[in-house]
């Protein structure tokens, strides 16, 4: 084929702003010059679509460039016959709605039609149309085409939302299903349950819940359910098929036993009475300590979550200082967890170095304990210990209602908490409480070198409004609307980060390297702070990271990379 005519001039009419949830035409695109533009195609933008590509000139709108094809800028289309789309340009492009036809996001020039809202991304035009299809898995008949934009309920997914997918329709058995919903899978696993699941046209009469969302399933319309006898599991067709849940694979046909299998090995082989080998520390014996009455050190942690060690049991090296909590030395070698469809390893560092960029999936925080990775190829996906094992229903001392993970792919909810936007949430179906990972994971109660105490971490919720509390380490004016721990035997109160510190899973006496140059992770429990090298302000954590030539970093916000190439 001729270069040439795989590269096509964009030419929109009209400009586009999106307010108020959707899209209003802004006025008609002028060109800028009105001499002959001498552009070359080459330094204008360019997208790739298929064997074409299109690119867009600013200056005379595609009006002097007859060398190249050129768009159509008002077209007919059978998906909307109804209207004449418009081919615009959205200059302050933003994901904010999604093509009818392909369902991915719009592109900054897209066809449109501004009295029905119908939107198609220009790849999408030369696509064939069927006026017929057949599709014995979803329906017995042929399905014709319905292209006007009206509320019908679609039979496959049950969702009235028809400004999304073209329609077909059965009407001898009033039959409605979403062009889309035709190529959804026969069976599956997902994240969000231990057996397979397989599409049903519906479902006996009942009240059912969906296991994604949470939300009441339509018997009448289609969903997915369990595939094990006495299991009662169903999930909306949509949400089973969520990217977040589903692993893409059709597994009709594919036999069981060829599903991800997990390693069922115990973590660790008893030795004797309280002596055990653990799989990740293979080299010598762990003992099970029992002393309770122990004087607490905040220094002592375990090698798996790097929470210190505050009461129960505990096993410990008997020739170095590895410890495990007895309830982190029984972790599964292999688990699933509702966050990801993939299963997950359980993986250990072997020395003190640790890779800055080894953040969990779920909080975003970086760890330097255990940690479940995923081993599919080109997966990055991993929880820390804490997330890791947090599932739904998740009961939590600041909610009274249970909370789970109901959030779509790639949404973002306002923790209620820490006050930020979040993408995955822990979420309540009763109201619009939502609670992030990071925020979830916080120990409830924790240790204080200096009271005997547990503290418990508080809300504020049990604060009077005419009180005034300090920091005990600080001796800064506490925050009533912040989170702090508290000991009401002793009145002490102390902020979450001078009691556990701004990097809470990094243990100290660990490094990270960056360009052959170490950096090491150390307690900042001197008479005299350190400055930060980057923000120059005294470095007040409870970690330092110190640079090989004595220089200091506050956080790991404020080491990286560039900070380094001074020499």
């Known amino acids: 084929m001729d270069l040439e005519k795989q590269i096509v001039s964009l030419c929109p009419k009209v400009e586009v702003e999106f307010k108020d949830g959707r899209f209003h035409l802004t006025g008609e695109i002028q060109p800028i010059n009105e001499e ?85 991304n220009v790849g999408c035009v030369n696509k064939k149309t069927h006026l017929h299809i057949d599709c014995p898995k979803k329906h017995e008949h042929r399905l014709v085409l319905f292209p006007r934009q009206t509320s019908l309920t679609c039979n496959v997914c049950a969702l009235e939302d028809n400004s999304r997918s073209p329609i077909y329709m059965c009407p001898p058995c009033d039959f409605v299903v979403h062009k889309n919903c035709l190529n959804l ?25 969906c296991g994604v969302c949470r939300k009441m399933v339509n018997s009448d319309y289609g969903g997915y359910s369990c595939n094990t006898e006495d299991c009662s599991y169903v999930a909306h067709s949509r949400c089973a098929t969520r990217k977040n849940v589903w692993d893409g694979k059709e597994l009709e046909g594919v036999p069981e036993d060829t599903d991800s299998v997990e390693d069922e090995r115990e973590p660790y082989v008893e030795i004797g009475d309280g002596i055990i080998r653990h799989f990740r520390h293979e080299d010598h014996l762990l003992k099970l300590e029992e002393d309770t009455d122990r004087v607490y050190n905040e220094n002592k942690r375990c090698q798996a979550c790097i929470m210190p060690i505050y009461d129960g049991k505990f096993y410990s090296c008997t020739q170095c200082g590895f410890i495990l909590h007895e309830i982190c030395a029984n972790l599964s070698r292999t688990t699933h967890h509702a966050l990801h469809p993939h299963p997950l390893k359980l993986v250990a560092q072997y020395n003190d170095r640790f890779n800055l960029y080894d953040i969990c999936s779920a909080c975003v925080q970086p760890c330097t304990g255990f940690m479940y990775k995923c081993n599919e190829r080109r997966c990055h996906f991993r929880l820390h210990i804490q997330c890791a094992t947090i599932s739904e229903p998740f009961i939590h001392e600041s909610h009274t209602d249970p909370l789970f993970l109901t959030s779509e792919p790639g949404e973002r909810r306002l923790c209620q908490i820490c006050k930020k936007k979040i993408k995955e949430t822990f979420n309540c179906i009763e109201c619009d409480f939502s609670l992030c990972f990071r925020c979830a994971i916080l120990p409830h109660k924790v240790k204080y070198k200096h009271d005997e105490h547990l503290l418990t971490l508080s809300y504020g919720e049990e604060i009077s409004a005419n009180a005034t509390y300090w920091c005990e380490v600080c001796e800064s004016k506490i925050h009533q609307e912040e989170r702090f721990y508290k000991c009401d035997e002793c009145c002490v109160t102390i902020h979450k980060e001078c009691l556990l510190g701004k990097h809470l899973y990094i243990k100290p006496g660990s490094y990270v390297c960056h360009k052959g140059d170490k950096i090491d992770v150390l307690l900042n429990n001197r008479m005299s702070r350190p400055s930060c090298v980057r923000c120059t302000s005294r470095c007040e954590d409870k970690l330092v990271f110190r640079y090989s030539r004595s220089l200091s970093f506050c956080s790991l916000r404020c080491f990286t990379p560039s900070v380094l190439n001074f020499r």
């Not at 195609?41 to 190249?68: A, E, L, M, P």
């Open 36 to 120: 002959k533009c001498e552009s070359d195609y080459k330094k204008s933008q360019k997208w790739q679509i298929g064997d074409n590509q299109y690119y867009y000139c600013n200056k005379c709108n595609g009006r002097d460039h007859d060398k190249y094809g050129k768009i159509l800028p008002e077209l007919k289309h059978p998906l909307h016959p109804k209207h004449t789309l418009l081919l615009v340009y959205f200059r302050q492009f933003k994901r904010v709605k999604r093509c009818y036809c392909c369902e991915n996001f719009l592109k900054a020039f897209f066809y449109y039609c501004p009295a029905c809202e119908f939107c198609m």
């Open 185 to 209: 899978p026969r069976v599956i696993r997902i994240s969000r349950h231990r057996h397979r699941i397989s599409f049903k046209h519906s479902f006996v009469f009942g009240d059912w819940s």
